[in-house]
């Protein structure tokens, strides 16, 4: 821990009762997460993401473990005892309240005087482009709007920690793309520390600082998007984060050799033994396709995708791989289904993984 | 072509009210027009009316005369049968929206499909004559009865209690029979609220009775002022629950109005006295109106 932390995570455990028995929906979970960062966790539905969430709001206490903000131990303390702040994924817009209302609402309940309440509720409105807006009820609103406001309500009592519970999911595609901005703003001005929760691996790669990677209860990894994104540590981050080939190979010295007999280079194989079997991830972007002095793999299929274009090829012993090449000028990449081409890898772009 | 339909459909949905509108008109309307000018008729010597304008029944709403030196004083026993209806009424709405906050937010939080079961539980005892129910809360509330041995038994009180023919039991009384006209209205509008709005208040620094004040209850408002008028309004005009509760000495306005039909021989005050009823009864709905109205407004 340093002072450097603002939410430290220490092996929380959360194990639900249900009729089938208990569900472990977060399996000692430990991660630090610090000040002024856009840190954000990613994982399929069930993934214990939310869960994570919510037991760092108190809306759910740990049944093991400890979670502390800014070294102080919070696991007991009830929501309204956190100075931290959530936007839910539906919102939860008091409806009864007006805009204006609704940003006030977090300063009225810690006792703030009216004249703050009124110059802080006013600096949001402000802050989310919603002054116009101020006196009309949330039922009035777009869904972008409502989510500015679920945004400003947030904000506006200045937490310690902002908890985003995929905000962005109810929001369409253009609409999503400008709050990614919007948020990634908002969160440079306030320097408030964000732990976002989302199950978009593209919205995680563009917006975070850092990212953790969860699956069944677990964070199986944490990095910068970079790290997350060129060196995953399982074949389930390297699928979860965009796409991925896999192929199957030995270690042989300090090469890989392919289910093909080819033996090629790879990062990662000293953490492996003479001769033990792997799995290779390769990014199809680092997929090199020429005439000759690689592997030797025939054209399955072309799809086109405007800006790419993916190449399907099949090496020698059947097994498959993506190739995404750029598209030309034409958009005919002249490869027809049948053709002969030579497959090599860009350096330091096929990833040891276990098996 | 539209039009013409659209003014078929209006016609038909008319010639369809009619038979509605007819019991409505001949029921209701009727004898409330035969109430309204006994009102102002004078007492037959043994009941009935004289078809004389008279405003004595209105006079002996608030005043008596003394028989003996024809003094006028105010009457003080109308005013409190009055008063006892309005607080009665009053306390019943309190109790049944304390004791119906819970039942309805319980039961809207069950599993869906315990709700039906619970909402049926909750209808039962409209399967009973009112008055069988009544009595039976007479068998419960009489100083031999059932709560008193319970009590002197478990030694919690040294003497029975004297609970029946009090305003207690009139009280007592009308809270069972009304609280499901509370729960229903109350279960309706917790069914529809959403309960991650009590986390987002937690969330933003408000404890629970802040929660309940600031966000339950506001939303929930719809329920609480339907379910109040369903109440009050059966309440005021209550009348076997203080008639058999009350032992005949609590009367109230309901009561009053059927002794001046009965043995107090006196028509026109009879309806006066139902006219003033129906006055407070409208007072109430005006403030309804106005709730529902300011809620539109809000919403």
């Known amino acids: 821990m340093t002072d450097k932390t603002s939410v430290d995570v220490r092996s929380a455990r959360k194990v639900y009762d249900a009729t089938s028995g208990t569900v472990v929906a977060l399996d000692s979970v430990s991660v630090q997460i610090h000040k002024g960062e856009f840190f954000t966790l990613l994982g399929p539905s069930g993934c214990g993401k939310t869960t994570l969430l919510r037991l760092i709001a108190g809306f759910e206490s740990p049944t093991a473990g400890e979670i502390l903000l800014n070294g102080t131990d919070i696991s007991g303390k009830p929501p309204f005892e956190r100075p931290v702040n959530t936007v839910f994924q539906s919102y939860a817009l008091f409806p009864h309240l007006t805009v204006r209302q609704n940003i006030s609402f977090g300063l009225e309940m810690l006792g703030r005087s009216k004249d703050e309440v009124a110059r802080k509720t006013n600096e949001m409105l402000e802050l989310v482009k919603m002054t116009a807006m101020a006196d009309r009820k949330p039922q009035q609103l777009s869904g972008g709007q409502q989510q500015r406001v679920a945004l400003a309500r947030a904000l506006s009592p200045e937490p310690e920690v902002l908890l985003l519970d995929e905000p962005l999911s109810a929001l369409d595609l253009k609409l999503r793309k400008e709050m990614q901005h919007e948020l990634k703003r908002l969160q440079l ?146 490869l027809a289904p049948g053709a002969k081409v030579s497959v090599s890898f860009t350096e330091g772009a096929v990833q040891v993984l276990e098996q | 072509m539209a039009r013409t339909a659209e003014q078929k459909k209006a016609r038909d949905g008319w010639l369809l009210s009619l038979p509605a509108l007819t019991l409505l008109i001949l029921a209701a309307s009727g004898p409330l027009i035969i109430i309204a000018i ?121 003497e029975p209690l004297q609970i029946l023919y009090t305003d207690t039991a009139v009280l007592i009384g009308m809270t069972y029979v009304y609280l499901p006209l509370m729960v229903l209205p109350l279960f309706a509008a917790i069914d529809r609220f959403d309960f991650r709005l009590i986390e987002a208040g937690y969330d933003l620094y408000a404890g629970r009775l802040t929660v309940l004040r600031r966000v339950i209850l506001p939303i929930i408002r719809p329920g609480i002022v339907a379910g109040s008028i369903l109440v009050f309004v059966p309440s005021l005009g209550a009348y076997v629950t203080p008639r058999v509760l009350g032992g005949g000495k609590k009367m109230m306005i309901g009561n009053f109005i059927e002794l001046q039909f009965g043995a107090g021989r006196n028509w026109p005050l009879g309806s006066a006295l139902a006219l003033i009823l129906l006055l407070i009864v409208g007072i109430a709905l005006i403030f309804y109106v106005r709730a529902s109205a300011s809620e539109n407004k809000d919403g």
């Open chain 2, 38 to 158: 006994y009102a102002f008729l004078t007492a037959g010597e043994y009941s009935g009316v004289i078809w004389d304008l008279s405003f004595k029944a209105w006079f002996q709403v608030l005043f008596e005369k003394d028989i003996f030196d024809g003094t006028v004083s105010l009457a003080d026993a109308h005013l409190t049968i009055f008063w006892r209806s309005v607080r009665l009424s009053l306390l019943t709405t309190l109790l049944t929206f304390t004791f119906g906050l819970p039942t309805a937010w319980f039961i809207a939080t069950r599993p869906l499909k315990q709700r039906a079961l619970w909402l049926f539980l909750i209808t039962i005892p409209f399967w009973t004559n009112l008055l069988v129910r009544t009595f039976a809360i007479m068998e419960v509330l009489r100083v031999e009865g059932i709560l008193n041995k319970i009590l002197t038994g478990l030694h919690i009180i040294p």
């Open chain 1, 189 to 334: 001005e306030t320097g408030i520390t964000f732990i976002f929760v989302t199950h978009d691996q593209e919205e995680a790669l563009t917006m975070s600082d850092r990212v953790a990677v969860m699956r069944d209860g677990r964070i199986l990894q944490v990095g910068n998007p970079r790290e997350i994104y060129t060196r995953p540590v399982d074949r389930f981050v390297a699928d979860f984060i965009g796409e991925t080939n896999f192929l199957s190979a030995t270690i042989d010295g300090k090469k890989v050799r392919l289910t093909t007999g080819d033996t090629i280079a790879a990062s990662g194989v000293e953490a492996h033994t003479e001769g033990a079997a792997v799995t290779l991830a390769i990014r199809p972007e680092q997929v090199r396709v020429g005439d000759k002095g690689g592997l030797a793999a025939t054209v399955a299929e072309t799809v086109y995708f405007g800006t790419d274009t993916h190449l399907h090829l099949t090496l020698g012993d059947g097994s498959e791989l993506v190739a995404r090449l750029q598209s030309p000028p034409s958009g005919e990449i002249g």
